[in-house]
């Protein structure tokens, strides 16, 4: 092992001993939480250990582990019996560096449980059906973001199903509307959106891909995709300049009203988005519709766990921190003033955008945890880019780009030679 | 004329047809279109009648059932709310409906599982609570879904609790849409039902409501101009019905709408324009195509005769076109001839006949698209003939020119006269183009004019020659005559005797060398001459001409200096004697067309070229003599030229040297040139190529030692040259250009320790000559270092004082490395025997010679001219005698063997061969000397072939007889030096 890999690892191994389960010089208790420095240096989080300190003495200690190196340090950490009480992390596939069922306590009969927003719970929970950690993350919703007050002015309303988004994109391109911008130059989150309910919904399809028991062709929705995706570009949906719009292209985009809707994120209307003639305002949000669920899906943000190590001693104070995270006294406090999506459906004190607020009783049925991206072995958005641009340009049908898409998968799966 | 008339009229006839035809079809198809969309209209609204009936029988019904049901529900109170939810599930099930509600005056309302939400009705709950009207309203669902509500003002009443006003049903928009929807145009028809403000409560189209106010989406995306949408929003706000055709995203929809009767409801319907019509459209395609049918029918009754005759006339001249084009074809084909047709006007290619790609390499289709492409082959790259020029032929004219041109794939040049004809077929101006190849034919020509010419030169070359030998032959013929007649009269009176005498020898000597060219150039140009290619030594080569020459230009008191620049190859493969042929006849030319103290300068030097096994070498004869006029340097090389002017009057000469040296350096597969300017002098620039033997190079420096070198010579070049001559020999190289500065470096050299091996001093310089300087250097260097005299004269004079002076040997101009390298190193193994290398003026002095020669008289001059040099000769007639003589006599007996080849008896060849082969212990070594009038290249290779080790050429000339004893004896006494030193 690399010297740099291995000087973090005897780092957290020789603060671990010093740090769990051993009373603080004042008498109280300790917990021990791990995660990678920036995490545990949000203010959220520090608000949040702070009161908790000052409401029952127990001593939080953060082990910072650099990010090269987490997965590698903290699982070794685990394995060893000497892991932090509390581990920080995001519910994805670097989770396969660790025995998630050696390693964690199952939270699903925690009574804190129906704090958390459909969303939030469904990204914490595994293909079991066990919720691993509590998110407690500042989050974002995906979706189509739509210009309303376009709509507005053109006598349209939202579509609720996927046959109103394919009467609503023919209804804009009818009244001489771009109807999405859709970049094609790089951008592929897209796809990721339309691929969620398959295997959100269905964890058994993604445990069966990531074992390669299941292929995308296997799932007819991914081949109804492509196919819908092709038929939008060439009956002009999504503008003549699809394939030369990138990521920096998109706000000007949608901030001129050249096009109506696009696939995004809430905070990308504060992070990205520069008022033009249409400001963040003239925006509102609905499902996205790509012909793989008829009700159309919203993509919940990657958030991180606090997971707590089932083999600490401190499992009970663990909890009990936990719970205290999880009540909406604590939560609201420590996010107060932060922009983000509930995960807790109590949260008021975060900033909260307009179109996602308005958007809550559509999204409590149809938002999803990231799935697709995160959880799919071999998922890769640069080879997807390269199929949706082969797709556009009429080199592959809706079918080859299916087969090149698990040809993608396999590639980045198949083991180094 | 008529053809013509005809041919317009045709046209504009079946213009006129076309045009009525036109017209005609435009007013049907325009009155047709009316008629259509009149009908179109009509039928749509016939078909949505029925739909707005449909729809309005149908929210009557489910207003006429909420009232029943409400009258119902009144009766049974608010006691057993279970038989209610009962009683009105199945009612609902049984309609159709989605859902049931209770209303409250409020707008809350209850569906029977006690879920509770807030309707707004569109804005109609107070005309369904305060009016208590039935209405009909859409509903946007929490959940997404579309509804559309019917309800009814009831008795008030309470259920579960819940106090309620009215009641109402829900259907899910999708289902009512299904049951509602118009078949009859494909399912593209849309059905709405929006208030008058353009709000869409319900719609039939697939999927789903897009349109929140289609007066707004109406308003921005069709073409509808702002007075027409507010007709449309007039009409509505009062129900009044109306058509309207409009684009909307580029295509052509129709608008129908109509008041519902109820709640200012709107029913519209929006058809695509084309899919209405499209039945009609069909009739009317179908109509128009009967009609087509029908014209074309009788058409073609009317044409299909005219046409079937012109078709048949047509026909048949095609087919005789064709015929004839292919007998053309065939026809060009196997002539040399090529045809070409072109338009008068357009000059077009019309016809081309196929052989054009035959016979100039240019494909018929290339030459068909452009015949601009035939420019390519003309040699000149003219036109083939010029707009100008063609233009200028008058009709029925002709012209004919000739021209050469090239095949573009083979690159052959051929002649051929093209003859254009301007005419006229069938009242069109045609070019025919005719192109006869007449190369055979010129060839032909071209050969007997050549033929004539040459027969005329030759004649006059004989004539010429005949007149030149005449005059050249009778010239000295009649000195010898003169003088010997004067001889004979003044015989008593020595000094005229030897007047006489000189004057009859210069004579014969000039009539002698007359001769000799003549039968040389005789056999060169008739190409019996060979080249006897063997080993040379260049140095050596330039040694014999340095002996030859000198004297000539000491005798003008001219200077002959030889250059040579870079190290050209010292052994070479070629014909030794003819090149020295040629280099003494442009040498001496250069010494006798120099005046008196004049320069001349020879250069030899290597040209580069690639082959390493050959070697191209440049000899430049360059002399600052009386030059040549323009005119004549373009007749030098002919025979018997010689320009005459006072100057060249005085000097003697065959005009045919340089006609000899082209003749031999054109056989040797060289190149001469020549500049000259009259008064200025001459250069004569040959270039010759020989293969090089394949010999290794010996290190001379290991073998010599010699490290450095001391040049001492006035002419800088010279010690330039032999810089360059020694660079990659390891010896440094030393050069100064006077004597006291050679003494000088000398001195400073040894007495720094690095004193030269050796020192070259040239023996002409200008402050100290090569005595003085040799004298001098040895006073400053002592004895040891070998003082070699470089000279390009006869050191016979000098070598005594040579030797007093300290000079160790003598090394002929030009520096040679390997002369150089033959001179010294007998210094370095023997310093004493270098005076043994020294030429002796008196090399026959006590030999004794055996002589064969069957002629008394030559035997007779012979003996005299021997004994005059104090040698002996003992006289053999023929080649037996020869053989019999020294195979009898003692060994030692005879010094060397002069030998005749023409002998009765037995030739010299035979002779010799016996001689060589005999068992006289001189049979070996003695040496055979050809004395021969048999001079050319081959009768010395078959003398040397036969034993023979050298070749003079009679008469005999005594310094040629010295010259050639003299090399054979040194060459013998080095070979014994050689086998003793083993």
């Given at each position: 092992?690399?010297?740099?890999?291995?000087?973090?690892?005897?780092?957290?191994?020789?603060?671990?001993?010093?740090?769990?389960?051993?009373?603080?010089?004042?008498?109280?208790?300790?917990?021990?939480?791990?995660?990678?420095?920036?995490?545990?240096?949000?203010?959220?989080?520090?608000?949040?250990?702070?009161?908790?300190?000052?409401?029952?003495?127990?001593?939080?200690?953060?082990?910072?582990?650099?990010?090269?190196?987490?997965?590698?340090?903290?699982?070794?950490?685990?394995?060893?019996?000497?892991?932090?009480?509390?581990?920080?992390?995001?519910?994805?596939?670097?989770?396969?560096?660790?025995?998630?069922?050696?390693?964690?306590?199952?939270?699903?009969?925690?009574?804190?449980?129906?704090?958390?927003?459909?969303?939030?719970?469904?990204?914490?929970?595994?293909?079991?059906?066990?919720?691993?950690?509590?998110?407690?993350?500042?989050?974002?919703?995906?979706?189509?973001?739509?210009?309303?007050?376009?709509?507005?002015?053109?006598?349209?309303?939202?579509?609720?199903?996927?046959?109103?988004?394919?009467?609503?994109?023919?209804?804009?391109?009818?009244?001489?509307?771009?109807?999405?911008?859709?970049?094609?130059?790089?951008?592929?989150?897209?796809?990721?959106?339309a691929l969620d309910p398959l295997f959100a919904d269905d964890p058994e399809n993604l445990a069966a891909i990531n074992e390669n028991k299941l292929s995308y062709a296997d799932l007819p929705q991914v081949a109804d995709m492509f196919t819908w995706i092709d038929a939008a570009y060439k009956a002009g949906w999504m503008g003549s300049d699809s394939m030369t719009t990138g990521w920096d292209q998109i706000g000007p985009v949608m901030a001129s009203g050249d096009a109506v809707m696009t696939f995004i994120w809430d905070t990308w209307f504060y992070t990205d988005f520069t008022p033009g003639k249409y400001s963040m305002d003239d925006f509102a949000l609905m499902p996205v519709f790509l012909n793989t669920t008829d009700a159309g899906t919203y993509e919940g943000g990657n958030l991180n766990m606090m997971m707590i190590n089932k083999n600490s001693p401190n499992v009970d104070t663990a909890l009990d921190f936990l719970a205290f995270c999880a009540s909406p006294e604590n939560y609201n406090a420590a996010f107060e003033g932060i922009s983000t999506v509930s995960c807790f459906v109590h949260q008021t004190t975060n900033i909260q955008s307009h179109m996602v607020t308005d958007a809550q009783s559509s999204l409590a049925s149809r938002e999803r945890a990231s799935t697709a991206s995160s959880r799919i072995r071999g998922y890769k958005n640069d080879d997807v880019v390269s199929i949706v641009r082969e797709l556009f340009s009429g080199m592959i049908s809706p079918q080859e780009a299916v087969a090149h898409l698990d040809a993608s998968r396999l590639r980045q799966t198949a083991p180094a030679s | 004329m008529k053809n013509r008339l005809k041919k317009l009229l045709s046209p504009i006839a079946i213009a006129a047809v076309l045009l009525i035809s036109l017209l005609i079809g435009i007013f049907y198809f325009n009155y047709m279109s009316r008629h259509i969309y009149n009908d179109s209209t009509a039928h749509l609204e016939e078909i949505y009648g029925q739909v707005n009936r449909a729809f309005g029988t149908f929210v009557e019904k489910n207003w006429g059932v909420l009232a029943s049901w409400g009258e119902y529900l009144s009766l049974l109170g608010n006691?057993?709310?279970?038989?209610?939810?009962?009683?009105?599930?199945?009612?609902?099930?049984?309609?159709?409906?989605?859902?049931?509600?209770?209303?409250?005056?409020?707008?809350?309302?209850?569906?029977?599982?006690?879920?509770?939400?807030?309707?707004?009705?569109?804005?109609?709950?107070?005309?369904?609570?305060?009016?208590?009207?039935?209405?009909?309203?859409?509903?946007?669902?929490?959940?997404?879904?579309?509804?559309?509500?019917?309800?009814?003002?009831?008795?008030?009443?309470?259920?579960?609790?819940?106090?309620?006003?009215?009641?109402?049903?829900?259907?899910?928009?999708?289902?009512?849409?299904?049951?509602?929807?118009?078949?009859?145009?494909?399912?593209?028809?849309?059905?709405?039902?929006?208030?008058?403000?353009?709000?869409?409560?319900?719609?039939?189209?697939?999927?789903?409501?897009?349109?929140?106010?289609?007066?707004?989406?109406?308003?921005?995306?069709?073409?509808?101009?702002?007075?027409?949408?507010?007709?449309?929003?007039?009409?509505?706000?009062?129900?009044?019905?109306?058509?309207?055709?409009?684009?909307?995203?580029?295509?052509?929809q129709i608008l129908l709408y109509q008041g519902a009767g109820y709640q200012d409801l709107i029913l519209l319907s929006v058809v695509p324009s084309g899919v209405v019509s499209a039945g009609f459209l069909s009739v009317q395609r179908i109509t128009l195509y009967?009609?087509?049918?029908?014209?074309?029918?009788?058409?073609?009754?009317?044409?299909?005769?005219?046409?079937?005759?012109?078709?048949?006339?047509?026909?048949?001249?095609?087919?005789?076109?064709?015929?004839?084009?292919?007998?053309?074809?065939?026809?060009?084909?196997?002539?040399?001839?090529?045809f070409l047709m072109l338009d008068g006007d357009r000059r077009q290619v019309e016809y081309i006949s196929p052989n054009i790609e035959r016979l100039l390499g240019i494909p018929v289709e290339e030459a068909r698209s452009d015949v601009r492409v035939m420019e390519k082959c003309s040699v000149g790259g003219d036109a083939v003939i010029p707009h100008e020029v063609l233009d200028s032929i008058p009709l029925g004219g002709s012209i004919t020119r000739e021209n050469e041109y090239m095949h573009q794939t083979t690159g052959e040049r051929r002649w051929y006269r093209l003859t254009v004809y301007r005419t006229s077929i069938q009242d069109v101006e045609k070019i025919i183009l005719v192109l006869s190849d007449r190369t055979q034919e010129r060839h032909m020509n071209q050969k007997l004019q050549e033929a004539l010419d040459a027969a005329r030169s030759a004649n006059e070359a004989k004539s010429n020659f005949l007149s030149n030998m005449s005059h050249d032959i009778r010239t000295p013929m009649n000195a010898i005559v003169g003088f010997s007649v004067l001889l004979e009269k003044d015989a008593g009176k020595p000094e005229k005797v030897r007047e006489y005498t000189g004057k009859i020898m210069a004579s014969s000597h000039h009539l002698l060398s007359l001769i000799n060219d003549v039968l040389d150039m005789s056999k060169i140009e008739s190409g019996k001459t060979s080249l006897n290619v063997d080993r040379f030594?260049?140095?050596?080569?330039?040694?014999?001409?340095?002996?030859?020459?000198?004297?000539?230009?000491?005798?003008?008191?001219?200077?002959?200096?030889v250059y040579i620049k870079g190290a050209p190859p010292e052994n070479l493969m070629g014909d030794h004697l003819r090149l020295n042929q040629i280099l003494i006849n442009l040498l001496s030319n250069a010494i006798k067309y120099t005046p008196e103290g004049g320069k001349i300068e020879f250069t030899v030097s290597e040209v580069s070229q690639a082959a390493s096994q050959f070697a191209k070498l440049r000899f430049i004869v360059k002399d600052n003599g009386i030059g040549m006029s323009e005119e004549f340097q373009k007749e030098v090389f002919s025979p018997f030229s010689r320009e005459v002017s006072a100057l060249t009057s005085q000097i003697q000469g065959t005009g045919l040297g340089m006609a000899i040296t082209k003749n031999l350096v054109d056989l040797m597969g060289g190149v001469i040139s020549l500049e000259s300017q009259l008064g200025k002098g001459s250069t004569f620039t040959v270039e010759l190529t020989f293969a090089l033997p394949d010999e290794a190079e010996a290190d001379f420096r290991a073998r010599h030692m010699?490290?450095?070198?001391?040049?001492?010579?006035?002419?800088?070049?010279?010690?330039?040259?032999?810089?360059?001559?020694?660079?990659?020999?390891?010896?440094?190289?030393?050069?100064?250009?006077?004597?006291?500065?050679?003494?000088?470096?000398?001195?400073?050299?040894?007495?720094?320790?690095?004193?030269?091996?050796?020192?070259?001093?040239?023996?002409?310089?200008?402050?100290?000559?090569?005595?003085?300087?040799?004298?001098?250097?040895?006073?400053a260097i002592g004895q040891e270092t070998p003082i070699v005299a470089l000279t390009s004269y006869d050191w016979a004079d000098i070598q005594e004082d040579a030797k007093k002076s300290g000079v160790s040997a003598f090394m002929p101009k030009p520096f040679f490395a390997s002369?150089?390298?033959?001179?010294?190193?007998?210094?370095?193994?023997?310093?004493?025997?270098?005076?043994?290398?020294?030429?002796?003026?008196?090399?026959?002095?006590?030999?004794?010679?055996?002589?064969?020669?069957?002629n008394e008289l030559n035997a007779e001059i012979l003996s005299e001219l021997m004994d005059m040099e104090g040698a002996s000769c003992e006289i053999a007639a023929n080649g037996r005698e020869v053989v019999d003589k020294f195979v009898s006599s003692e060994p030692g007996t005879y010094r060397m063997i002069l030998m005749d080849v023409q002998m009765p008896v037995m030739n010299g060849y035979e002779a010799t061969r016996a001689i060589r082969a005999s068992a006289h212990p001189d049979a070996g070594t003695v040496p055979i000397i050809a004395m021969t009038a048999n001079t050319f290249a081959e009768d010395v290779k078959r003398a040397l072939d036969s034993g023979m080790d050298g070749h003079l050429g009679k008469p005999i000339d005594m310094d040629a007889v010295k010259a050639t004893v003299g090399r054979l004896l040194n060459g013998r006494k080095n070979a014994a030096r050689a086998e003793g030193s083993e």
């Open positions: 092992m690399k010297l740099k890999k291995l000087l973090p690892l005897l780092l957290a191994l020789c603060l671990l001993p010093a740090a769990c389960g051993k009373a603080p010089a004042d008498g109280g208790a300790t917990l021990t939480v791990m995660g990678k420095p920036m995490d545990l240096k949000k203010s959220y989080m520090t608000r949040v250990f702070d009161r908790y300190e000052q409401a029952t003495g127990v001593k939080i200690v953060p082990v910072p582990i650099d990010d090269s190196a987490f997965e590698d340090t903290a699982a070794k950490a685990l394995a060893s019996g000497k892991g932090p009480d509390i581990l920080m992390h995001f519910h994805n596939a670097d989770l396969d560096a660790f025995d998630v069922e050696k390693d964690f306590l199952p939270l699903t009969d925690q009574l804190w449980v129906e704090e958390l927003t459909e969303g939030a719970r469904a990204y914490c929970t595994d293909a079991r059906g066990d919720l691993l950690g509590l998110p407690f993350w500042e989050s974002s919703v995906s979706g189509c973001y739509y210009n309303k007050t376009v709509l507005d002015s053109l006598g349209l309303r939202p579509a609720s199903t996927q046959a109103e988004f394919n009467a609503l994109c023919a209804a804009l391109k009818e009244a001489g509307m771009t109807p999405l911008c859709w970049p094609a130059d790089g951008c592929a989150w897209m796809i990721q959106f | 006691d057993d709310p279970d038989s209610v939810a009962a009683y009105l599930s199945q009612n609902r099930d049984y309609w159709g409906a989605t859902k049931f509600y209770f209303v409250a005056s409020d707008g809350t309302v209850m569906a029977l599982d006690g879920q509770r939400y807030t309707m707004d009705f569109d804005g109609f709950l107070d005309t369904l609570m305060r009016e208590r009207q039935p209405i009909v309203s859409g509903e946007s669902m929490p959940d997404g879904q579309e509804i559309v509500i019917f309800a009814t003002p009831v008795t008030s009443g309470m259920y579960r609790d819940f106090e309620y006003d009215a009641i109402a049903v829900s259907y899910s928009n999708d289902d009512l849409a299904a049951s509602l929807r118009v078949d009859a145009f494909s399912g593209l028809a849309k059905c709405f039902v929006a208030q008058s403000d353009g709000r869409v409560l319900f719609s039939t189209q697939s999927g789903g409501i897009v349109f929140a106010n289609y007066l707004k989406y109406l308003s921005a995306a069709s073409d509808l101009s702002p007075e027409a949408m507010d007709k449309i929003s007039a009409d509505w706000a009062v129900g009044a019905p109306g058509i309207v055709e409009c684009r909307i995203g580029g295509e052509k009967v009609l087509a049918i029908l014209f074309l029918l009788i058409s073609g009754l009317v044409f299909t005769p005219l046409v079937v005759s012109s078709h048949r006339r047509s026909k048949h001249d095609q087919k005789e076109l064709r015929y004839r084009e292919m007998m053309f074809d065939i026809l060009s084909n196997n002539v040399d001839d090529i030594s260049l140095p050596e080569l330039l040694s014999e001409l340095n002996i030859i020459l000198l004297p000539q230009a000491r005798a003008k008191n001219q200077t002959l200096t010699i490290k450095r070198m001391l040049v001492a010579d006035d002419e800088e070049e010279i010690g330039r040259d032999i810089q360059e001559i020694m660079e990659g020999s390891g010896v440094e190289v030393v050069a100064v250009t006077d004597g006291k500065a050679a003494v000088e470096a000398a001195r400073q050299a040894q007495r720094a320790g690095r004193g030269f091996n050796v020192i070259l001093v040239d023996w002409k310089m200008p402050d100290l000559d090569g005595i003085e300087a040799a004298r001098l250097l040895r006073e002369t150089f390298w033959e001179t010294i190193e007998p210094l370095f193994s023997d310093p004493s025997g270098a005076a043994d290398q020294l030429p002796d003026d008196k090399v026959l002095e006590g030999l004794r010679f055996l002589v064969a020669e069957d």
